[in-house]
């Protein structure tokens, strides 16, 4: 048993020289079962990854949302309406909206294949090619102190006369300006609130000078017994209270705040150094941060007086209610601005008034010096009522309209216009509709009707106003085209008005049309859509006629705007104004970008032509004979007799809006 015990025990015993041998042949044993382990894990790492893959490419893969279709012949135009992503499109601008933020056929009104946004949009999956994002919204901060002083550099830094900074917003000066208004309201309460009214509102549907009716004779005398005696009450001017010479802006509220912001950076940057006076309603006064800024740019900031007083509410001869209050009010506040600025001398400016060159040089023009005002042509001819030349038989009525964007006026020498113009204003229900149609109502006829019933002289700008827009349509059939392509003289639809020097040389870009300039713009230039591009009735790009400035206004404007929306105090101010108590429409103002930069429509003068307007617009666009026989249709068709013969809804081809005026 032993001896058995030992062989085996012999042979469980390796030899010494067999060791390596074995040791060898484990290694390779686990070697090769860590590769065979090895490989599996990396097919399973494969095929997971795989699997990962698969997941993300169907959750990235990119559908369509819907067809979004634009105005103004852009694809960058204001929305009209949505249609789904299974229509066919065959015509009409706009684009089709994917997710993810991709855009693709972003189309014009040119001709172009049908399609469908969900063949568009799948075409994404496997070419970008032709997909175009939105553009960002604009962060803070999104420049830099330096990109500032490069804009304006060469612009003068404005220190306010200290007495004159102090003037206005002393507690003394504003009472002797309410007491000033006050007598206006005196004199008005003496003679009567609307105590004769016109025989009917003026539309583009409806027209009472167009129908041919007239105010009775009793009205006509109690308008013309309202005026006089009025002006027999009127207050006087005041010797002391006005001094010096300056700009004097109205604004008010994000809608007006913005684009004077505008207007008085552009104005440094031409190198005017005037004192700027802005006035604001009491509820729409700004912060005290906004009012330090806009001092640091030589602007002092004032308080409207209340404009519609207690006491003239309770004691007109016509009961006033709080709506018809803030309307007199509304219609009231630029004569007031007028009246009761610091300065004796003014140049008056809208807040969406654009200064290209320094107009200080229009205080030293012979025609201002001549006759102490200066006026600028509207782009229409006079529809004035002829029961206006009834009330006023002595006066000589204008053939032309007036745009009172800019005015310059020397108080001192003009003071009972001023003063007239205001009371026009207050009684804005007889004469906003004697004075013209829908087309241009409000406060705009006032001030040359003011001058003209006082018997002074003013001088009118000769160069009739011009157009700065675009164009809305393609190449075609009597369009011009300009450097670089550009299209001139084809669907042009204007958005700005082009106001000239006595010498004929182009001063002022007054972006009458709404919407005005807002904070919803993209964090790149190369996304803005670009509202100034052909001057008319040049027929010129805006580079061409602004080539001699050196100058592109509108993308200093963009830079403004990208300074003023990182500025530290415009939040709280956002705020301060969308309280409860504070006016509604700055609930709506749009500070940041939901989709493209928009490009808003402008004026179609064609249609206005056919509507039955004339004046200088009609050499802004190519008038065919078709338009002529429409215009006939349309204004014969409109009358009394018209209607009569022919159903109006028959007769007239389409009901147009005409925004911002």
Same mark, same amino acid.
């Given at each position: 048993?032993? &001896? !058995?015990?030992?062989?085996?025990?012999? @042979? %469980?015993?390796?030899?010494?020289? /067999?060791?390596?041998? $074995?040791?060898? *042949? =484990?290694?390779?044993?686990?070697?090769?079962?860590?590769?065979?382990?090895?490989?599996?894990?990396? &097919? !399973?790492?494969?095929?997971?990854?795989? @699997? %990962?893959?698969?997941?993300s490419? /169907?959750?990235?893969r $990119?559908?369509? *949302? =819907?067809?979004?279709?634009?105005l103004?012949?852009?694809?960058?135009?204001?929305?009209?309406?949505?249609?789904?992503c299974?229509?066919?499109?065959?015509?009409?601008s706009?684009?089709?909206?994917?997710?993810?933020?991709?855009?693709?056929?972003?189309?014009?009104?040119?001709?172009?294949?049908?399609?469908?946004?969900?063949?568009?949009?799948?075409?994404l999956?496997?070419?970008?090619?032709?997909?175009?994002?939105?553009?960002?919204?604009?962060?803070?901060?999104?420049?830099?102190?330096?990109?500032?002083?490069?804009?304006?550099?060469?612009?003068?830094?404005?220190?306010?006369?200290?007495?004159?900074l102090s003037?206005?917003?002393?507690?003394?000066?504003?009472?002797?300006?309410?007491?000033?208004?006050?007598?206006?309201w005196?004199?008005?309460?003496?003679?009567?609130?609307?105590?004769?009214?016109?025989?009917?509102?003026?539309?583009?549907?409806?027209?009472?000078?167009?129908?041919?009716?007239?105010?009775?004779?009793?009205?006509?005398?109690?308008?013309?017994a309202?005026?006089?005696?009025?002006?027999?009450g009127?207050?006087?001017?005041?010797?002391?209270?006005f001094?010096?010479?300056?700009?004097v802006?109205?604004?008010?509220?994000?809608?007006?705040?913005?684009?004077?912001?505008?207007?008085?950076?552009?104005?440094?940057?031409?190198?005017?150094?005037?004192?700027v006076?802005?006035?604001?309603?009491?509820e729409?006064?700004?912060?005290?941060?906004?009012e330090?800024?806009?001092?640091?740019?030589g602007v002092?900031?004032s308080v409207?007086?209340?404009?519609?007083?207690?006491?003239?509410?309770?004691?007109?001869?016509?009961?006033?209610?709080?709506?018809?209050?803030?309307?007199?009010?509304?219609?009231?506040?630029?004569?007031?601005?007028?009246?009761?600025?610091?300065?004796?001398?003014?140049?008056?400016?809208?807040?969406?008034?654009?200064?290209?060159?320094?107009?200080?040089?229009?205080?030293?023009?012979?025609?201002?010096?001549?006759?102490?005002?200066?006026?600028w042509?509207?782009?229409?001819a006079?529809?004035?009522?002829?029961?206006?030349?009834?009330?006023?038989?002595?006066?000589?009525?204008?053939?032309?309209?007036?745009?009172?964007?800019?005015?310059?006026?020397n108080?001192?020498?003009?003071?009972?216009g001023?003063?007239?113009?205001?009371?026009?204003?207050?009684?804005?229900?007889?004469?906003?509709?004697?004075?013209?149609?829908?087309?241009?109502?409000?406060?705009k006829?006032?001030?040359?009707?003011?001058?003209?019933?006082?018997?002074?002289?003013?001088?009118?700008?000769?160069?009739?106003?011009?157009?700065v827009?675009?164009?809305q349509?393609?190449?075609?059939?009597g369009?011009?085209?300009?450097?670089?392509?550009?299209?001139?003289?084809?669907?042009f639809?204007g958005?700005t008005?082009?106001?000239?020097?006595?010498?004929g040389?182009?001063?002022?870009?007054?972006?009458?049309?709404?919407?005005?300039?807002?904070?919803?713009?993209?964090a790149?230039?190369?996304?803005?859509?670009?509202r100034?591009?052909?001057?008319?009735?040049?027929?010129?790009?805006?580079?061409?006629?602004?080539?001699?400035?050196?100058r592109?206004?509108?993308?200093e404007?963009?830079?403004?705007?990208?300074?003023l929306?990182?500025?530290?105090?415009?939040?709280?101010?956002?705020?301060?104004?969308?309280?409860?108590?504070?006016?509604?429409?700055?609930?709506?103002?749009?500070?940041?970008?939901?989709?493209?930069?928009?490009?808003?429509?402008?004026?179609?003068?064609?249609?206005?032509?056919?509507?039955?307007?004339?004046?200088?617009?009609?050499s802004?666009?190519?008038?065919?004979?078709?338009?002529?026989?429409q215009?006939?249709?349309?204004?014969?068709?409109?009358?009394?007799?018209?209607?009569?013969?022919w159903?109006?809804?028959?007769?007239?081809?389409?009901?147009?809006?005409?925004?911002?005026?």
């Open positions: 048993m032993s &001896r !058995l015990l030992a062989r085996k025990g012999k @042979r %469980s015993v390796a030899r010494p020289n /067999q060791l390596p041998h $074995i040791k060898q *042949l =484990s290694l390779s044993v686990v070697a090769l079962l860590l590769i065979l382990l090895g490989l599996e894990g990396r &097919r !399973l790492s494969h095929s997971a990854a795989a @699997r %990962s893959s698969s997941t490419l /169907q959750t990235s $990119i559908h369509c *949302l =819907s067809w979004r279709q634009t103004s012949c852009s694809p960058y135009g204001q929305l009209q309406r949505d249609l789904p299974s229509r066919r499109i065959t015509g009409g706009g684009y089709c909206e994917c997710t993810g933020g991709w855009t693709v056929r972003r189309v014009g009104c040119e001709s172009h294949a049908s399609f469908t946004c969900q063949e568009a949009c799948d075409s999956n496997e070419d970008h090619t032709e997909g175009l994002r939105f553009p960002g919204n604009l962060t803070c901060p999104a420049q830099d102190p330096a990109q500032h002083d490069q804009l304006f550099e060469g612009a003068p830094i404005i220190s306010l006369d200290p007495d004159l003037g206005p917003l002393s507690a003394g000066v504003h009472t002797r300006r309410q007491e000033l208004w006050d007598s206006i005196t004199a008005l309460s003496a003679s009567g609130v609307d105590v004769a009214q016109p025989p009917g509102i003026r539309t583009d549907a409806h027209d009472f000078v167009r129908d041919g009716l007239h105010m009775s004779r009793a009205a006509v005398k109690r308008a013309q309202q005026l006089g005696t009025f002006q027999q009127a207050p006087a001017y005041p010797k002391t209270l001094r010096g010479k300056g700009i802006i109205m604004a008010g509220g994000l809608t007006y705040f913005v684009p004077a912001w505008i207007n008085i950076h552009m104005l440094r940057k031409t190198g005017c150094t005037l004192p006076e802005m006035f604001f309603p009491a729409e006064y700004p912060t005290k941060a906004v330090q800024e806009l001092q640091q740019i002092m900031c409207l007086p209340d404009l519609v007083p207690t006491y003239a509410v309770n004691n007109s001869s016509k009961q006033l209610t709080d709506s018809e209050g803030k309307r007199l009010a509304g219609f009231s506040m630029k004569s007031a601005a007028v009246l009761l600025s610091s300065f004796e001398e003014i140049i008056f400016l809208d807040s969406d008034n654009v200064a290209i060159t320094d107009p200080t040089a229009l205080f030293d023009a012979g025609e201002y010096l001549d006759k102490g005002a200066v006026l042509p509207d782009y229409w006079s529809s004035a009522a002829p029961d206006l030349q009834r009330i006023l038989p002595q006066v000589t009525l204008p053939s032309n309209t007036f745009e009172s964007g800019q005015m310059v006026l108080k001192s020498r003009v003071w009972k001023l003063v007239l113009a205001a009371f026009f204003n207050l009684q804005s229900r007889l004469y906003y509709e004697l004075l013209g149609n829908f087309m241009g109502k409000g406060d006829e006032t001030f040359a009707l003011g001058l003209s019933v006082a018997g002074l002289p003013y001088h009118v700008i000769a160069t009739p106003v011009g157009s827009g675009f164009n349509y393609p190449f075609g059939p369009c011009i085209k300009g450097q670089n392509s550009i299209q001139v003289g084809c669907g639809a958005n008005m082009a106001q000239y020097t006595p010498q040389k182009l001063m002022f870009l007054h972006t009458n049309m709404s919407p005005k300039w807002n904070l919803a713009i993209p790149d230039f190369d996304y803005y859509s670009r100034w591009q052909i001057l008319q009735p040049q027929n010129l790009p805006i580079s061409e006629a602004l080539d001699s400035t050196g592109d206004p509108e993308k404007v963009y830079r403004l705007l990208v300074l929306r990182c500025k530290p105090f415009l939040e709280p101010y956002v705020a301060d104004l969308r309280q409860p108590h504070k006016m509604g429409p700055e609930k709506e103002f749009p500070v940041s970008l939901e989709r493209f930069h928009t490009l808003y429509p402008g004026m179609d003068f064609r249609r206005a032509y056919r509507w039955g307007m004339l004046g200088p617009f009609q802004y666009t190519g008038l065919s004979l078709v338009d002529s026989v215009r006939i249709k349309n204004v014969w068709g409109k009358t009394f007799l018209g209607r009569l013969v159903p109006y809804k028959k007769l007239r081809v389409k009901k147009y809006d005409y925004p911002g005026f």
